[in-house]
């Protein structure tokens, strides 16, 4: 295995362990800069016991690792929709989760803060935050600023109230042994996984695994969506994006990609007409 494939399968292996770089630098006992550096081929030859040490975090063997190939090539029948989907794309905050709502009002609750001065201080800093442009850290700090109080962490708000909507974590599951699915997702760093290690988002060993925090951008920007069709590898008329923002859809929709909003304040319904859109030709 050349350097650049031996990149990709480690990479491909840490996200199914539902791992940011940053948490598996600290697993391993890795720079951060040496782990980006393997992962898109730039260290031709990484010595085995750096292998060795990602496999350990990872729960692997050595051999496991080095063999790992990912969702893509587990023994599965796929099929195409009827209108030729493929490969399907799922949010995460709207659709995999109920969020934020219950987080911003604990947060108001534990801060004494206005209901409209603690999401107004959030949104002003949040993209930020996903594109990974400041650290999650920054954010609190930032947050808490705003919010005159000594000390915030988000993340404790958020995983404590978010909500799995089951009837979509059911059907992803579904999705995942007909079709090729992974995440795309407007995300702070190290929430998404979180999520999969708490069961709150189906573990799964998604083909592609889209953290904006990880490739510093966000939907609706066209970037984000080249990223993610290259990380599915099929043409963009196969590609079907399932979201609740509407302003996402659009984006893939120019791209010649298919879309589906989903409305998380009726998921049964929702998730009604995802898996009626999911049904395979004949």
């Known amino acids: 295995m050349d350097e650049l494939g031996l990149g990709k399968q480690l990479q491909a292996a840490r996200k199914t362990a539902g791992l940011t770089q940053q948490e598996l630098c600290h697993k391993a006992n890795l720079s951060f800069s040496t782990l980006t550096k393997i992962e898109r081929g730039a260290i031709k030859s990484p010595s085995i016991f750096t292998v060795q040490s990602i496999a350990s975090a ?3 063997t050595l051999d496991e690792l080095v063999g790992h190939t990912g969702a893509a090539n587990r023994s599965r029948k796929l099929h195409k929709t009827k209108s030729g989907v493929s490969f399907v794309y799922f949010d995460v905050n709207g659709c995999l989760v ?5 987080a911003f009002a604990k947060l108001a609750e534990a801060t004494g803060a206005p209901a409209d001065i603690v999401e107004s201080a959030f949104w002003h800093y949040n993209d930020d935050v996903c594109r990974g442009v400041i650290t999650i850290s920054d954010f609190n700090a930032k947050l808490a600023e705003r919010l005159s109080v000594k000390e915030v962490k988000w993340q404790d708000y958020y995983l404590e109230t978010v909500e799995p909507i089951l009837e979509m974590q059911e059907l992803v599951k579904w999705a995942a042994d007909n079709y ?3 995440l795309l997702t407007n995300i702070m760093p ?3 996984g979180a999520m999969r290690r708490q069961g709150l988002v189906s573990n799964l060993p998604y083909d592609a695994v889209i953290d904006s925090s990880e490739v510093a951008v966000i939907k609706p920007e066209v970037k984000i969506y080249e990223i993610a069709q290259r990380q599915a590898g099929v043409p963009p008329e196969e590609i079907l994006l399932i979201d609740d923002s509407r302003a996402n859809l659009m984006a893939a929709e120019k791209l010649g990609w298919h879309v589906l909003w989903f409305d998380d304040a009726h998921p ?7 898996r009626q859109t999911l049904e395979p030709a004949a």
């Open 58 to 60: 990872l729960g692997a």
């Open 98 to 102: 109920h969020f934020y709502q219950r």
């Open 180 to 182: 090729q699915v992974g």
């Open 190 to 192: 190290g929430l998404l």
């Open 268 to 274: 049964e319904e929702a998730t009604n007409r995802v």
